[in-house]
């Protein structure tokens, strides 16, 4: 019996975040974790702060609100990052990047980026430039969607 496409797009999405899950990429952080210093470390890199809102990492991640919140706690917990409330507003949490602890998290990253390195010899640089739009316009797509849901 012949799948059909949708059932094969699933079945290579889960395979594909499988192999990022399970990959131990993450040895020193969570896999979560991780994606929350990814965050906070490009916006340090951006801007020299590296400061976020709760609220970005939730949308952006995905996460459940209690899954971002035991995440970020035990970044705290760990010394990688800070919270704090913003002087503006005291609903909101921010997360601020500590640079000293850098080193940790570079070091997971390279990992992951080792792996990415892997990927795009296995597929060539079209097709990553394909997969990253791809992506792209199913993550613009969900965002859109559930803006008209809400």
Sequence with gaps: MEY???EQLLESWVGLTG???N????KELSYNEAIVMLMVYRQYCSDGIGVIS????ISKTKMLKSLANRTVNSL???????KERNPNDSRIVNIRFVPEC???FLSVHNTSL???GHMLEVIGEEDAKTFVNI????????QKTKFDKE
Excluded: F, H, P, Q
């Design 76 to 82: 705290e917990k760990n010394g990688y990052v800070k």
């Design 114 to 116: 080792e792996l990415a």
């Design 4 to 6: 059909d496409l949708r």
């Design 23 to 26: 990959s131990r990429l993450t």
């Design 102 to 104: 850098a080193d940790v």
């Design 135 to 142: 992506y792209r316009k199913i993550a613009l797509s969900e």
């Design 19 to 21: 192999i990022l899950k």
């Design 54 to 57: 709760m609220r970005d990492v």
